[in-house]
């Protein structure tokens, strides 16, 4: 089975682990047969819904928004109904299967609005920058820095941005539903830029933006090679906009590695997320889609805050009640599911027992779980002992980061929040 269904769903591991037996050995049944007399939490049953939909349409199977609504009442309420419909509508758009919006609409009536948001029924024609110039539409492009890119789409409307005048050379190199990837290039330096776009869900409400935007700033003071630090950012126009490297290389989901070296990429990307964490940052939607193996061979981490993980979190309120313990747990998870895709081809003795340990260390540790990760993948890899966490009494201490101020941008701060309007 292929784990990376699992990808930035957040499911805890004993859950995932659960599932994927199901599914193996029941692979026509109902999800509610696999959730049986447990109740997992409300968030972990809607990510487990949403995989389990994504892979069941994968694998030639009928699987619809109304067959989980009819098994778990819980995902009636309308954020996680508009998951799930965001979850199909991927889904579908991913294996080329028709996506008419009046077929939605007859379907889910009262959730009109969010879904002409979701299939970005207002097509853009041309994407506009300031006042004259315009992103050009790349028909067939896509780029290892944009993995899995749909070609770009003509559209009817425009998203007016008034870009910082130091991005030059601008074009569309990769779109799909609700998010636009564009390249251009800083015009004093000459560096390759990326600009990210991601259109925001409806009703999106001040506090809710401000939290966005100081997520992203936050995650620019982030001074690691392997991190991929945004430089500016915006939200206009229910649009997030973050301006960041570009980075060239292979799209991890491009790449076929032996199982050993996927075990090293992996461990390699931990060290990177431990970094963050150390600095009180996370990143939000760690998946195949925003790593990158540069041509140093070594995995880059794109687009931290934004992506559809964060935004969810933010927009839907999972991060009020947990806060930065919430999406700490929501990388250390991604972080497994990414670890489970070699093991699950793996016939080394120990590769059970590495998940299993690795899960705990995320229960018990979260903070210094991606830490933990990695050094039990070296043990793996160097056939030594794979060791249980030891259980700690009371706080793990942090490592407080400090503000990365003019690095790279003499003058100015490195990182610059532009096209804010109040």
């Known amino acids: 089975m292929d784990c990376g269904l699992l990808k930035d769903r957040g499911v805890p591991m004993d859950w995932m682990n659960r599932w994927r037996r199901f599914r193996v050995e029941h692979p026509d049944r109902p999800l509610v047969e696999c959730i049986g007399v447990d109740r997992p939490d409300t ?33 009636q309420l309308d954020d996680h109904r508009l998951d799930l419909i965001d979850a199909e509508i991927c889904i579908r758009q991913e294996l080329g299967r028709p996506n008419a919006p009046e077929d939605w609409f007859a379907r889910f009536p009262k959730d009109r609005a969010a879904i002409m948001a979701l299939l970005q029924l207002d097509e853009i024609a041309d994407v506009s920058v300031g006042s004259s110039s315009v992103f050009e539409s790349a028909e067939s492009s896509t780029s290892a820095d944009a993995p899995g890119g749909a070609a770009s789409r003509r559209h009817d409307d425009e998203i007016s941005l008034a870009s910082p005048d130091w991005f030059v ?6 779109t799909s539903p609700g998010s636009w990837l564009i390249r251009g290039r800083h ?24 939290s966005l935007l100081e997520l992203v700033e936050a995650a620019g003071e982030i001074d690691h090679p392997l991190w991929v630090a945004p430089e500016s950012s915006t939200i206009q126009n229910r649009h997030l906009g973050v301006l960041r490297p570009w980075v060239d290389g292979v799209a991890w989901s491009q790449s076929s590695p032996s199982v050993e070296d996927h075990l090293r990429r992996i461990a390699m990307l931990c060290g990177t997320v431990q970094f963050a964490f150390s600095r009180g940052v996370q990143h939000g939607g760690i998946n195949e889609n925003n790593l990158i193996i540069g041509h140093d061979g070594k995995i880059h981490l794109l687009d931290a805050v934004c992506n559809r993980g964060m935004i969810g979190a933010v927009i839907h309120g999972r991060d009020k009640a947990g806060g930065r313990a919430s999406r700490v747990q929501r990388d250390v998870a991604s972080l497994l599911s990414l670890l489970a895709i070699p093991l699950a081809s793996s016939d080394h003795p120990d590769a059970a027992r590495l998940l299993d340990a690795c899960g705990t260390a995320a229960r018990q540790t979260p903070d210094d779980a991606p830490a933990f990760i990695s050094d039990q993948i070296h043990r793996l890899i160097d056939q030594r002992p794979i060791q249980m966490p030891t259980r700690t009494d009371g706080p793990v201490p942090r490592t407080a980061g400090k503000r990365r101020g003019t690095a790279g941008f003499p003058g100015r701060p490195r990182f610059l929040t532009f096209w804010r309007r109040r």
Do not use: W
Not at 55 to 72: I, K, N, S
Not at 169 to 174: C, P, Q, S, T
């Open 43 to 75: 968030m972990t049953l809607l990510e487990l819904a949403c995989a389990d939909l994504m892979h069941r349409q994968r694998d030639g199977r009928d699987a619809t928004v109304e067959d989980y609504l009819v098994q778990f009442s819980r995902l």
């Open 169 to 174: 050379g601008h074009r569309v190199v990769a």
């Open 187 to 210: 015009r004093d330096d000459n560096r390759s830029m990326a600009m990210k776009l991601l259109a925001l869900p409806p009703g999106v409400t001040p506090i809710e933006s401000k």
